[in-house]
């Protein structure tokens, strides 16, 4: 099994490309910039995705020169923009910790006021009990339609 400190060093990270575009936890959305936005299965917080750094591994923001902080800051700020366009959120939480998978990437998290967790954090400190909802088929199908819509049209 690997550890923290393996993951950090690039060792069997598996945010590291080449990824697939879709897998067991999330679908590609679109590749951007220079990072690729996914959409998680988890949607407990509709539309919450997840902005992968894709040039190299990197753990964290001072890793990136000037050059890739600004392409990686703008693809951020593009995001945010259209999942709040698409999702309509009453707030919108942006966090990049790296705890648990030490590559560089921002969850993206919009957040609603009858949403389980409305005025408090997401995740729990025991991740088991971290919640999960699942959309329909449809309705998935639905928000990535409209998420890939949005990012070419703005």
């Known amino acids: 099994m690997m550890t923290w400190d393996d993951l950090a060093a690039g ?8 990824r ?27 539309g919450h995705c997840i902005l992968v750094f894709d040039p190299r591994h990197a753990t964290r923001l001072e890793q990136l020169d000037a050059h890739e902080w600004l392409a990686f800051a703008d693809d951020l700020h593009r995001c945010v923009r259209v999942i709040t ?18 590559h560089l990437h921002w ?7 009858n949403d389980p967790r409305w005025g408090a954090p997401i995740w729990s400190a025991d991740l088991k009990e971290d919640l999960d ?22």
């Open 20 to 46: 697939a575009a879709q897998e067991a936890h999330w679908e590609a959305v679109a590749t951007l910039s220079i990072a690729t936005l996914y959409l998680p299965h988890n949607q407990t917080y509709r």
């Open 107 to 113: 969850h993206l998290v919009p957040r609603y006021k």
């Open 11 to 18: 060792n069997g990270c598996s945010l590291d490309r080449p």
């Open 133 to 154: 909802r699942r959309l329909t088929p449809g309705d998935r199908a639905r928000l990535l339609d409209a998420l890939r819509g949005a990012l070419r049209h703005g």
């Open 85 to 102: 366009t698409v999702c309509a959120p009453d707030h919108f939480n942006v966090a990049s910790l790296g705890n648990v998978m030490p």
